[in-house]
């Protein structure tokens, strides 16, 4: 039982290990970016940003749809599969969440509804809930984006949010079909 779950631990941590350095490099770039004059730099910090954000969502979704493969074409159990979906889409959020946070620092009008003034880690956490409503396409409406900077990463995420749902149904009935026969 023990030797099961350790397996299955060391299939996930080297199905996501990619996915998690993309995450750990988002960090040093936001702490880098607080060097740099935002209001002199902010052109070319935001075009950054987008092309960095873009590059990511590349790697994440060419990523996945490698990842998810090798799942099914091995045979892996479903709950497997939905794990690894669920990490997936954890990432996405997070990576996005700073994203956003990253621009919230370039443009401080970015957002409407989201509070400057308070500390990082609840701003971190309303851009969170905020990557996680445009991920869900729920939209509430209470922190919305306003920059031209902010929408193109929006628009960037609901299209990943699009690409890596579609993937996923299309894998699970995939792997239902492959069950019945």
């Not at 979704?61 to 990842?67: A, N, R, Y």
């Not at 099914?72 to 159990?77: A, E, F, Q, S, V």
């Not at 956003?100 to 621009?103: F, I, M, N, R, S």
């Not at 699009?162 to 993937?167: A, L, N, Y």
């Given at each position: 039982m023990?030797?099961?779950i350790?397996?299955?631990?060391?299939?996930?941590?080297?199905?996501?290990?990619?996915f998690?350095?993309?995450i750990?490099?988002s960090?040093?770039?936001?702490v880098?970016m607080s060097?740099?004059?935002h209001?002199e730099?902010?052109?070319?910090?935001a075009?950054?940003?987008?092309?960095?954000?873009?590059?990511?969502?590349?790697?994440f979704?060419?990523?996945?749809?490698?990842?998810m493969?090798?799942l099914?074409?091995?045979?892996?159990?479903m709950?497997?599969?939905?794990l690894?979906?669920?990490?997936?889409?954890?990432?996405?959020?997070?990576s996005f969440?700073?994203d956003?946070?990253?621009?919230s620092?370039?443009?401080k009008?970015?957002f409407?509804?989201?509070?400057?003034?308070?500390?990082?880690?609840?701003k971190?956490?309303d851009?969170?809930?905020?990557?996680?409503?445009?991920?869900?396409?729920?939209?509430?409406?209470?922190?919305?984006?306003?920059?031209?900077t902010?929408k193109i990463?929006?628009?960037l995420?609901m299209?990943?949010a699009?690409?890596?749902?579609?993937?996923i149904?299309s894998?699970?009935t995939r792997y239902?079909?492959?069950e019945?026969e």
């Open positions: 023990i030797k099961k350790q397996n299955r631990l060391i299939t996930l941590s080297n199905l996501t290990k990619e998690f350095v993309l750990l490099l960090v040093p770039i936001f880098v060097y740099f004059d209001t730099n902010q052109l070319v910090l075009t950054f940003m987008i092309v960095f954000s873009i590059l990511k969502v590349y790697v979704i060419s990523k996945t749809l490698k990842k493969e090798i099914t074409r091995n045979n892996h159990k709950k497997h599969i939905l690894f979906s669920i990490v997936i889409i954890f990432f996405i959020n997070i969440t700073l956003y946070l990253c621009v620092e370039i443009y009008d970015s409407v509804g989201l509070n400057l003034n308070q500390p990082l880690f609840l971190f956490f851009l969170l809930y905020f990557s996680i409503v445009t991920f869900t396409t729920v939209g509430y409406g209470d922190i919305f984006p306003f920059g031209k902010v990463l929006t628009i995420e299209a990943t699009f690409i890596t749902i579609v993937f149904i894998r699970y239902e079909r492959n019945k």
